[in-house]
Antibody
Framework: QVQLVQSGSELKKPGASVKVSCKASGYTFTSYAMNWVRQAPGQGLEWMGW????????TYAQGFTGRFVFSLDTSVSTAYLQISSLKAEDTAVYYCAREMIILTGYYYYYYMDVWGKGTTVTVSS | EIVLTQSPGTLSLSPGERATLSCRAS???????LAWYQQKPGQAPRLLIYGASSRATGIPDRFSGSGSGTDFTLTISRLEPEDFAVYYCQQYGSSQYTFGQGTKLEIK
């Protein structure tokens, strides 16, 4: 079945880096873009951006430029999120989510149909 | 950036009742770009509705979506115990996604 399996929880000190992985299975990895979504403790969902799994070209949402890097290893159907110079406010659950784009008649539909279970990143000294 | 505002923030209802959740956009959104998600504590979001009114695979028919332009609604016709969760609307526009802040549906 289609699934996204994310790496385990991370505890990091301020200033360190972290790399979260998201391994896809059950579908052709390069046929669907991958999105990243952040959820701070007790807060809502925040879209971080997406990566084109064909070209590897990333697009970052406002507020997620500079310290955040999306990458791929298509040989193992895996997307990565790397965060550098970690701050306490980076403490959150990070989700990867497959983007579905379908064309029906004249209309394109955009949504995220499959989600990973999330990776908790805790930044604390 | 299109801002989505969900109301109410918290909705307290009993099993068997009807729930109506609202999502209002700061500017017009294409219906085909509007989705709803359910999130339970400690779980990832789950797609419920896409294209404003199309149920995702496996979603019970007590869930329905409607609306157009700037006003969208998620309706749960008869609440089941497992429906108490947080619900988010999401839109795609100008090559980016935004989420509403969520509505918490709690047991009264």
């Amino acid at each position: 079945q289609v699934q996204l399996v994310q790496s385990g929880s991370e505890l990091k000190k301020p200033g360190a880096s972290v790399k979260v992985s998201c391994k896809a299975s059950g579908y052709t990895f390069t046929s669907y873009a991958m999105n990243w979504v952040r959820q701070a403790p007790g807060q809502g969902l925040e879209w971080m951006g997406w990566i084109n799994t064909n070209t590897g070209n990333p697009t970052y949402a406002q507020g997620f430029t500079g310290r955040f890097v999306f990458s791929l290893d298509t040989s193992v159907s895996t997307a990565y999120l790397q965060i550098s110079s970690l701050k306490a406010e980076d403490t959150a659950v990070y989700y990867c989510a497959r983007e579905m784009i379908i064309l029906t008649g004249y209309y394109y539909y955009y949504y995220m149909d499959v989600w990973g279970k999330g990776t908790t990143v805790t930044v604390s000294s | 950036e299109i801002v989505l505002t969900q109301s109410p923030g918290t909705l307290s209802l009993s099993p068997g009742e009807r729930a109506t959740l609202s999502c209002r956009a700061s500017q017009s959104v294409s219906s085909s770009y509007l989705a709803w998600y359910q999130q339970k504590p400690g779980q990832a979001p789950r797609l419920l509705i896409y294209g404003a009114s199309s149920r995702a695979t496996g979603i019970p028919d007590r869930f329905s979506g409607s609306g157009s332009g700037t006003d969208f609604t998620l309706t749960i016709s008869r609440l089941e115990p497992e429906d108490f969760a947080v619900y988010y609307c999401q839109q795609y526009g100008s090559s980016q996604y935004t989420f509403g802040q969520g509505t918490k549906l709690e047991i009264k």
